[in-house]
């Protein structure tokens, strides 16, 4: 069974904090993905990564960087928060090849005031 | 790149009735499209999934239509029951890349 685990559900920041959100899976997955959630927008992909220490862009990138150092491991980091990513984040991960089903961690609610 | 639509944003059908969510995509090159359902609190959980080469898959009371000419794929449930309530999103893709709907709110009335 695919355990996608982040680490925090809710956090609560200040403008201009430095903020880290992790995401783990133990299933060896490939791919790993971050995600935001809002109302009426459904799910937008920040970054995306295919294999270690490696990333690339998604559709949302801005004020948003990524770590892929383990291959279980994907951290977004939020560089300077604004009020404008208050937002869900969702991280996922796929195996890769010919299975392109992504596996959902349970979210981050992130408040940033 | 793929711009993905999906209506209706909300979704109201009496239980035992069925209900249709359609999506249109953008990009002639995705060959991947997965529903998700995300219930109330919970996090999105695959349902069913239909690749380019298929014009249609069924999984018991769910079922999934491609036309790849116009571009678009639709969600039918069937004999809807309480626990078919959730967001569904429809996406598009190239292989891993998938970009999402907006999403469906679908309540089921007893």
């Known amino acids: 069974d695919v355990k996608v685990t982040q680490s925090s559900r809710y956090l609560v920041k200040r403008t201009g904090e430095k903020v880290f959100l992790e995401c783990v899976q133990d299933m060896d997955h490939e791919n790993m993905f971050w995600y935001r959630q809002d109302p009426g927008l459904g799910l937008r992909l920040i970054y995306f990564?295919?294999?270690?220490?490696?990333?690339e862009k998604g559709d949302i990138p801005e004020g948003y960087s990524v770590s892929r150092e383990k291959k279980e491991r994907f951290s977004l980091i939020l560089e300077s928060a604004s009020t404008n990513q208050t937002s869900m984040y969702l991280c996922?991960?796929?195996?890769?090849?010919?299975?392109?089903?992504?596996?959902f961690g349970p979210g981050t609610r992130l408040t940033v005031t | 790149g793929e711009n993905v639509e999906q209506h209706p944003s909300t979704l109201s059908v009496q239980e035992g009735d069925s209900a249709v969510i359609k999506c249109t995509y953008s990009?002639?090159?995705?060959?991947?499209f997965p529903w998700y359902k995300q219930e109330l609190g919970k996090r999105p959980q695959l349902i069913i999934d239909i690749r380019s080469n298929v014009g249609e898959k069924k999984d018991q009371r769910i079922a999934v239509t491609l036309n790849k000419t116009a571009k678009h794929f639709s969600l039918h449930i069937t004999e809807t029951q309480p626990e078919d309530s959730a967001v569904y999103f429809c996406a598009a893709g190239r292989a891993q890349k998938l970009v999402f709907g907006q999403g469906t709110r679908l309540t089921i009335n007893p």
């Open positions: 990564s295919y294999d270690v220490k490696m990333k």
């Open positions: 996922a991960s796929s195996y890769g090849r010919s299975s392109y089903e992504q596996y």
């Open positions: 990009d002639s090159a995705s060959n991947y």
